[in-house]
């Protein structure tokens, strides 16, 4: 079958976007491997994808445009995902630890006074723009550009709108050219992320500057999802006061808690395949250069892989999950998201009571991520 003989779904459907992830479940049950004019082949199964995970020969990451590693196959995506590793290596996480946790209190502090607030504007995403603009020594008042940019990036995921994804994608160069120059012209003095990029070496020579660009997309990119990932958590714990309460009284629970809120209920939609050869997969030929998009949502909720997959126990074995994906292009920045996430639980359940939401109805944030766009909180 051609990619656009037959459509099973469309995954901008209005009541598809309206519940992602009960319509993500209901296709993995109905139609686990289907078709959409708008996203190729989408396979929604735990064992589906965990196999095409295991086979990069046969399912390439490899992109028309400079995508830094994500958008690389071996030998030349593991020669740059070892350079790019050491930005997330323990040393470099207890390093950015403090001014992380600086960021978040001085966000919560008005928060919490003022009893009442919307989480997502006021809290998550400066918070992780911040902390992306203190990783990389940029003055932290670039936030809202970053932040503005991803925002709109998503928004253009859906819209598709010809020329808008050029324009964004020229506007956020322009943004990180100006920075290396600034570097270049006047080092900090202090060895951040922008200095190591600048000397970053691959099969020993240096990255140039659009091939920065296309690392700091990526960077950019995971912190818009980031913003989903602390919605989605916050979203869960106003709900589950006693959830709250253990964490609260036990923070060491708190790392185990984020992977299993984020396997029931994930931040991120689908990333992209492409087939190298003809496949067949749960019953479907697939044929040689056919769009696959690895729905996350839907498998890290797979009930043949996760007993009761809605319940949110943290005693599960977070290796099953695919939060962050799993193989080579397994997620390279979670160490940040995770400290990030961490950190902001941490900081917000030592400031409160309780918190709970001052709003029925949350409004929904829609692909390609997922979770709260507004999160209306009470906090005591
Ligand atoms: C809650 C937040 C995040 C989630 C749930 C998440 C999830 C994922 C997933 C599922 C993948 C695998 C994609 C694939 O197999 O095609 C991935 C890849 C990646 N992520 Fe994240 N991510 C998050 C935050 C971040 C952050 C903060 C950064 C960087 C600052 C980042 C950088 C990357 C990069 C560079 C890759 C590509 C790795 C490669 O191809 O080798 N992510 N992420």
Redesign the pocket.
């Known amino acids: 079958m051609s990619e656009s003989q037959h459509a099973d779904w469309n995954p901008l459907d209005p009541l598809i976007l309206q519940d992602q992830r009960g319509a993500y479940d209901e296709m993995r049950e109905r139609c686990p491997v289907a078709h959409s004019e708008f996203m190729g082949w989408s396979l929604f199964r735990h064992e589906d994808i965990a196999a095409v ?1 295991d086979d990069p020969e046969t399912y390439s ?1 490899a992109s028309r445009f400079l995508a830094i ?2 958008g ?1 196959d071996p030998p030349v ?1 593991g020669r740059y ?1 070892e350079t ?1 590793d050491a930005f ?1 290596d323990q040393e470099q996480m207890a390093g950015i630890e403090p001014r992380v946790r600086e960021i978040a209190a001085n966000l919560l502090a008005p928060l919490c006074a003022g009893k009442e607030g919307e989480f997502i504007d006021a809290f998550a995403t400066p918070f ?1 723009f911040r902390t ?1 603009c203190a990783l990389l020594g940029w003055p932290e008042q670039l936030w809202e550009c970053l932040g503005g940019w991803a925002h709109d990036n998503q928004v253009a995921a859906v819209s598709r709108t010809p020329g808008v994804g050029k324009a964004l994608a020229s506007l956020f160069s322009e943004h990180v050219k100006a920075n290396l120059t600034s570097h270049r012209a006047s080092p900090s003095g202090v060895d951040d992320a922008t200095d190591a990029l600048l000397r970053a070496e691959v099969d020993g020579v240096r990255l140039d500057d659009d091939q920065i660009v296309a ?1 700091l997309r ?2 950019a ?3 818009g ?2 913003v ?2 602390l919605g989605i958590l916050i979203l869960h714990l106003a709900r589950e006061p006693e959830l709250q309460e253990r964490l609260r009284s036990d923070p060491s629970l708190i790392p185990a808690s984020i992977e299993e809120i ?1 396997r029931r209920d ?3 939609v689908a ?3 492409t087939t190298t050869r003809e496949v067949e997969i749960g019953g479907r030929t697939i044929p040689k250069g056919g769009k696959l998009a ?1 729905m ?1 949502i839907a498998a890290n909720r797979d009930p043949r892989a996760f007993e009761d997959p809605d319940a949110v126990r943290i005693e599960r074995n977070p290796e099953a999950g ?13 160490p ?2 995770r400290l ?2 961490r950190i902001a639980l941490e900081e917000l359940l030592a400031r409160t009571k309780r918190f709970e939401f001052a709003d029925d109805t949350p409004r929904r944030a829609v692909y390609p991520v997922n979770g709260p766009a507004t999160l209306f909180l009470r906090l005591g």
């Open positions: 995970l990451n590693p994500n690389m995506h995902r790019l997330f992780a992306l690392v990526n960077w990119a995971g912190q999802t980031v989903a990932g984020l994930g931040p991120l990333n992209p395949r690895l996350w695919m939060v962050w994906g799993r193989g080579i292009h397994v997620c390279q920045g979670a940040l998201a990030e996430m």
